[in-house]
T-cell receptor, first 111, second 108 residues
Framework: DAGITQSPRHKVTETGTPVTLRCHQT?????MYWYRQDPGHGLRLIHY???????DKGEVSDGYSVSRSKTEDFLLTLESATSSQTSVYFC??????????FGPGTRLLVL | GIQVEQSPPDLILQEGANSTLRCNFS?????LQWFHQNPWGQLINLFY???GTKQNGRLSATTVATERYSLLYISSSQTTDSGVYFC??????????FGTGTRLKVLA
């Protein structure tokens, strides 16, 4: 399995607070992704990175920001968490023209 | 943008039965992935299959890019095959769009 971890694995927070999720890889893959998974919607892309400091928006990026200052880490920040951001968040990594490998997920509850 | 549809949405099998899951996409693609999400939520890559057929044990996948579909075959199903199966196709150089999945339950 690809070496990919996410932290925290579970988090409960209150509306309006900032939250940062971390994705860490040991595989030196170029691309990194953040998805959210909600019932009835499958997996939806939030943001992705195609290199250090190179990021772009996915289909559900409103309310989220990302940063990638080094190859191995990709951070997802909810600037001011809302209840609609309650979800399971998955990080994925890949190289060009290769399959994606997923992290174990972070379950976030915004009260 | 490209649309991805999976069928059937739900499937219940007896252990030992075979099944075929389908993924249709609305535009030409240069690769396609299949994933299995187990009941504990873990997402596992099954196949990266731009075209043709690949096999891995009891699972095989076929992609016919010119006709815009891919099939995932599960033979002699086991209870550990239960979960949700997703296909994903690229929408650009780096991005993928996922189907909403087929939920499979295999009964002992």
């Amino acid at each position: 399995d690809a070496g990919i971890t996410q932290s925290p694995r579970h988090k409960v927070t209150e509306t309006g607070t900032p939250v940062t999720l971390r994705c860490h890889q040991t595989e030196n893959h170029r691309y990194m992704y953040w998805y959210r998974q909600d019932p009835g919607h499958g997996l939806r892309l939030i943001h992705y990175s195609y290199g250090v400091k190179d990021t772009d928006k996915g289909e559900v990026s409103d309310g989220y920001s990302v940063s990638r200052s080094k190859t191995e880490d990709f951070l997802l920040t909810l600037e001011s968490a809302t209840s609609s951001q309650t979800s399971v968040y998955f990080c994925a990594i890949s190289d060009p023209l290769e399959t994606q490998y997923f992290g174990p997920g972070t379950r976030l509850l915004v009260l | 943008g490209i649309q991805v549809e999976q069928s059937p949405p739900d499937l219940i099998l007896q252990e030992g039965a075979n099944s075929t899951l389908r993924c249709n996409f609305s535009d030409s693609v240069n690769n396609l992935q299949w994933f299995h999400q187990n009941p504990w939520g873990q997402l596992i890559n099954l196949f990266y299959i731009p075209s043709g057929t690949k096999q891995n044990g009891r699972l095989s996948a076929t992609t016919v890019a010119t006709e815009r579909y891919s099939l995932l075959y599960i033979s002699s199903s086991q209870t550990t095959d239960s979960g949700v199966y997703f296909c994903a196709v690229p929408t650009g150089t780096y991005k993928y769009i996922f189907g909403t999945g087929t939920r499979l339950k295999v009964l002992a």
